[in-house]
């Protein structure tokens, strides 16, 4: 499984930008999707995921209300809008990809990476 994630940047704070992840999985439909980040000299941390069937989705508590992940099954690619971004979301942000039966948080759980892109937000 490949991912090949875009649509980073720099942003001024408020500002928004959707992050694209498209894959070369056949099976997309049947995998859950997620969104990973790791700023400088911090632990990778999870962002948002969502379930094969795209019926459960999950969110950190810091991008709560702000992001909202989201497929097209049609085009094997998975959204991360994000909205009223802040100098803390300033990080290198990675898809994942693994058949789950719903969103996990643990990096663990996830087999497959992207490559990541940067996200720079300024104040």
């Known amino acids: 499984v490949q991912l090949q994630a875009s649509g980073g940047g720099l942003v001024q704070a408020g500002g928004s930008l959707r992050l694209s992840c498209a894959t070369s999985v056949r099976t997309f439909s049947r995998y859950s999707m997620g969104w990973f980040r790791q700023a400088p000299e911090k632990e990778r941390e999870f962002v948002a995921a969502g379930s094969w069937g795209g019926g459960s989705t999950d969110y950190a508590d810091s991008v709560k209300g702000r992001f909202t992940i989201s497929r097209d099954n049609a085009k094997n690619t998975v959204y991360l809008q994000m909205n009223n971004l802040k100098p803390e979301d300033t990080a290198v942000y990675y898809c994942?990809?693994?058949?789950?039966?719903?969103?996990?948080?643990?990096?663990?759980?996830?087999?497959?990476w992207g490559q990541g892109t940067q996200v720079t937000v300024s104040s």
């Open positions: 994942v990809a693994q058949r789950l039966p719903g969103p996990a948080a643990a990096p663990a759980a996830w087999g497959y």
